[in-house]
């Protein structure tokens, strides 16, 4: 008899857990090992004694039905071995009162450095920063800086307030405590935590905040022609740090020579003068960060005040002119 009921309640636990897999990240829980020799321990928040009892997934268990590897002790519930079909919502009772619920879930066994799923950027020397986690296999993810959150304590500050993108990932937005103006001597601890049904991933990186630093896109403020050269002031991106004097930027203008198309690049502000067009982009030389991305191409025409400020005009379509006349011709007709 007892064999069957020990039967029967694991068939009902293997399709709760089937049916009742969770995409968020429950306020209490317990993470364990798949068929690790080292139990763990669930433990029932109350403050008095007397006897309590436990509810799986809100089914009651009852003593006679715990198998070798879910054990009571007191108020505390033992789990050794632990499988899939044991993991889910236990909650301690006593009479009709709800004292505690812990959710067991599975460590994820996915091999992969957090690296290959999520990428950082600062856009300045600013308080906060972007990451982009790129896995879509996971429901829910969070974020968090420190030693309180590599280590899982509750008094870890997650940030998991997430814009998820369109191909199913996430964008996250973290803020941090560090001077802009002090020489960076401490890495930034980032611990990811990512769910998908019972179970969930924790993992880990450092890194300083100057290796994430790539600016925007710089600004083209004005070509000047100097004799056989043109001049391009640039301006740094809206967003970076300032002063600027303080927190310089390298450009690199890419262009296009107007007699045979051939392109080069340049350090200098000062480019040939013979080019159809140009772009730009920008890094910290410091630190030698990531290039931003380039600015949009401008066209160039020399013999303009500001020749970068010239623009293609668009060609005229055929039969415009007819048509304006007909529309002409049409409006006297009406006026007449």
């Excluded at 007397?50 to 033992?78: C, H, P, R, Y």
């Excluded at 030389?285 to 623009?311: D, E, H, I, M």
Aim: one cysteine or more; hydrophobic letters at 30%; glycine letters at 6%.
């Amino acid at each position: 008899m007892k064999t069957c009921s020990l039967w029967i309640f694991g068939l009902l636990l293997i399709s709760l857990t089937a049916a009742n897999g969770i995409n968020y990240f429950p306020e209490n829980f317990v993470v364990a090992k798949r068929n690790d020799a080292n139990p763990v321990t669930l433990i029932c928040d109350t403050k008095t004694g007397g006897a309590v009892t436990w509810k799986f997934d809100g089914e009651a268990m009852e003593d006679d039905s715990f198998e070798d590897n879910i054990q009571q002790k007191g108020s505390n519930l033992i789990l050794s071995e632990v499988d899939s079909p044991m993991l889910g919502e236990y909650s301690c009772w006593r009479g009709g009162e709800m004292l505690s619920s812990t959710y067991l879930l599975l460590e994820d066994e996915d091999e992969d450095e957090l690296d290959s799923f999520i990428s950082c950027r600062a856009k300045s020397y600013g308080c906060s920063f972007s990451c982009t986690w790129t896995h879509s296999k996971y429901a829910a993810v969070r974020l968090g800086l420190g030693h309180d959150c590599r280590q899982g304590l509750k008094s870890c500050h997650w940030v998991d307030d997430n814009k998820q993108l369109l191909d199913g990932g996430f964008q996250f937005e973290l803020p941090h405590s560090l001077s802009p103006y002090a020489e960076e001597s401490n890495r930034l601890e980032l611990t990811a935590e990512a769910i998908i049904n019972y179970t969930i991933l924790r993992r880990t990186k450092s890194f300083y905040l100057r290796d994430i630093v790539q600016p925007d896109s710089p600004q083209i403020v004005n070509c000047q022609e100097v004799g056989q050269n043109l001049n391009v002031t640039i301006d740094p991106p809206a967003n970076w740090s300032t002063p600027h004097s303080f927190f310089t930027l390298e450009h690199q203008i890419e262009y296009v020579l107007k007699d045979d198309g051939e392109t080069g690049r340049s350090l200098s502000p000062l480019i040939p003068k013979s080019i159809s067009k140009l772009r730009v982009r920008c890094r910290d030389p410091l630190v030698v960060s990531a290039w931003s991305q380039w600015t949009p191409w401008k066209n160039v025409r020399a013999g303009q005040k500001n020749p970068c400020q010239y623009r293609k005009k668009e060609g005229k379509k055929k039969g415009g002119k007819k048509e304006r006349r007909k529309k002409k011709e049409k409006r006297i007709k009406m006026l007449g």
